[in-house]
């Protein structure tokens, strides 16, 4: 294990919110607010409503105890971003019974918002909760389903697939191999973005006498173990190797990567070029052009992983994209991939400028589903830019226990469905609780990012993502009527060829004050499929996530013994028998009525995610594999 840094932890919560620099250039405009807004009672929410805005990226909520305010952004307790991509939005921070008035406002750039809405008044209902109705048109194709989980998820740092240490019995580098393998294999995962392919780790440079010295073979090593399991990397272009850094003291996380510029801005080019031009002789120009991708740096936006200005980051991205693209102008290059979605407004004028190539977007958010950053590649210009959130998640807070709940499953469903048909990537950030950030796991269930624990047992954040890639291939419309239709219960659909039916129905509210569950808003849900053939017998097949099923840490809860950080050996074999998806109730035989229609009903608790598969006569079910 590598020695800890002193104070790593205590550095990094100090700093973590600290910016390296304020907005510092654009042509973000600012919006008029949004229309129509509209707040409807429901049991223990309101859900509120309003026509989208041209131009914008996302929208503001504020509420306040009385017309005249003062009014607040609504907090979710995502700690981060917590403008919202486009409505309907739930707001279950009220109190039944008192009133709220609500206002919105619109964004052209996370940094730049427009004035509010006239305000409405609201009051959540202290219940009984009213139902939920999701239809089903399955004769209503709307294409093919979009898959935004596919180009990419997330892992610390890959020499990591190399190590042979153990983390709480299990061999780091075997177990975080097997869960990206998992990825590729199971979940349709092509690429990994990940930190540190130039930390001195990995000996990629050093000066002897005075002169650089490039040796690849660290790099050769990890990135052809990824290959050998499918997969590509998002060449995260990060941190500053100590010889060449101009304040090698400048440092992050406990294994102490540097976040300094360069000393010497040639030679960083130099390192760049000929990294590029080695992977091109390694694995061939046309496979780099055709698979790969350089994103320059991480969250330079942040002092805690750039100790420089906001204008040497752009230097730092001219220098690099210029390196890049010596080696092959096909070659894509991006960035900021910025912290809490900011610097994009800015990267896109500088790129606007100076004419350097922006091949995609990236960027980065936690607590809410992504913003939308095409109003702001069409105002530059540049629509068919690519938007890729290269990291995303349900907290950017380390050893926090929601990162192991149902919560952030249910989380991962409602932004992968907000981003379909806007986003091309979604990562998630991570893959595997291996991981090293502020220090290597302390026990199985510790609140680690990961969608996978330590000893590869699946968390309901994976199961989100398996449900997800088990939906058919041809989308189908759906309508939600109802008490949180749409802002609290949302749903997909989609159909084979064959005419089999997949549907996802799943409860969330953003508020994280509530992730341990809130009785109050779990909603009996209807699901109603039409467009089926009249008369046919159907089997429905109904899999679950909630607390009680599908969900290690509920498991984990019953086995462990007091303060347990491990399991023992037959505890981890009554874990893997344990780790599977769960089905609700046994396998229903439905017939569809004269028009061709069924329904099936269930109670669905907040937060809890439900996979039903219609098929004909008694078919065997899809499962998530």
């Not at 910016?19 to 042509?27: L, Q």
């Not at 807004?37 to 914008?56: D, F, I, R």
């Not at 060829?497 to 508020?511: A, F, I, P, Q, S």
Request: aromatic share 8%.
């Amino acid at each position: 294990m590598p020695a800890e840094q002193p104070g790593a932890r205590q550095d990094w919560e100090q700093r973590i919110g600290t910016r390296s620099g304020a907005a510092f250039g654009g042509n973000a405009p600012r919006l008029d607010p949004p229309k129509d807004l509209e707040a409807v009672s429901g049991a223990h929410q309101v859900s509120l409503t309003w026509s989208p805005v041209a131009g914008a990226i996302g929208y503001q909520v504020y509420a306040a105890a009385s017309a005249d305010g003062p009014f607040e952004p609504l907090d979710h307790a995502g700690r981060d971003v917590l403008a919202v991509p486009h409505p309907p939005y739930a707001d279950t921070t009220g109190t039944p019974g008192e009133s709220r008035w609500y206002a919105v406002a619109s964004l052209s750039d996370v940094h730049v918002e427009g004035e509010r809405s006239e305000p409405v008044e609201a009051t959540p209902l202290a219940g009984p909760a009213g139902g939920v109705t999701v239809e089903v048109d399955a004769a209503d194709g709307r294409g093919v389903l979009p898959r935004p989980w596919r180009p990419m998820i997330g892992s610390e740092h890959l020499s990591h697939m190399l190590a042979t240490e153990q983390t709480g019995g299990r061999v780091i580098g075997e177990e975080l191999t097997s869960a990206l393998k998992a990825a590729h294999d199971e979940l349709g995962v092509s690429h990994v973005r990940a930190h540190a392919i130039l930390g001195d780790d990995l000996g990629v440079y050093r000066e002897v006498d005075g002169r650089p010295v490039h040796d690849f073979t660290g790099v050769d090593r990890v990135y052809d173990h990824l290959r050998s399991i499918g997969m590509y990397p998002v060449v995260e272009l990060s941190f500053m190797p100590h010889d060449l850094a101009s304040d090698p003291s400048k440092t992050v996380f406990e294994y102490a990567a540097i976040v300094s510029p360069p000393k010497d801005w040639d030679r960083w080019g130099e390192l760049i070029r000929d990294l590029v031009q080695h992977l091109a002789d390694r694995h061939g120009i046309e496979d780099l052009v055709e698979h790969w991708s350089f994103e320059v740096w991480n969250e330079a936006n942040l002092e805690v992983f750039w100790s420089g200005t906001p204008e040497e980051y752009l230097r730092l991205y001219d220098v690099t994209a210029d390196a890049v693209r010596s080696v092959d102008e096909r070659l894509l290059v991006g960035g900021p991939s910025s912290a809490a979605s900011g610097w994009v407004e800015e990267l896109l004028a500088h790129a606007e400028r100076t004419g350097s190539p922006v091949d995609f977007v990236s960027t980065h958010t936690y607590g809410s589903p992504p913003l939308d950053f095409k109003p702001m590649l069409e105002r530059y210009g540049r629509p068919d830019v690519p938007v890729w959130w290269t990291e995303w998640g349900v907290t950017p807070t380390h050893f926090n226990e929601v990162s192991d709940a149902v919560f952030a499953g249910t989380f991962l469903l409602r932004g992968m469905a907000s981003a379909m048909g806007r986003i091309e990537a979604l990562s998630y950030w991570v893959v595997s609780d291996h991981f090293e950030e502020l220090g290597r796991p302390p026990a199985l269930l510790h609140g680690g990012f990961g969608t996978r624990t330590v000893g590869e047992l699946r968390k309901p954040r994976w199961w989100a993502l398996a449900l997800l890639e088990a939906l058919p291939e041809q989308q189908v419309g759906v309508t939600l009527t109802g008490d949180g239709a749409g802002s609290l219960v949302e749903a997909l659909a989609a159909r084979t060829d064959d005419g089999d039916v997949g549907v996802l129905v799943w409860n969330l509210t953003l508020d994280q004050t509530k992730a341990s569950g809130s009785a109050e808003l779990g909603r009996p849900v209807t699901v109603a499929v039409s467009g089926l053939e009249p008369g046919a017998a159907y089997v429905v097949h109904h899999d679950r996530v909630d607390d009680h099923r599908s969900n290690i840490a509920a498991v984990w809860g019953r086995l462990r013994d007091g303060d347990q950080d491990w399991p023992t050996d037959e505890q981890w074999m009554q874990l893997r028998a344990a780790d599977r998806l769960e089905q609700l109730g046994e396998d229903r035989a439905v017939t569809a009525d004269g028009d061709g229609r069924l329904e099936v009903g269930f109670d669905l608790p907040m937060p809890s995610m439900s996979s039903l598969r219609v098929t004909r006569g008694q078919a065997a079910p899809c499962r998530p594999r």
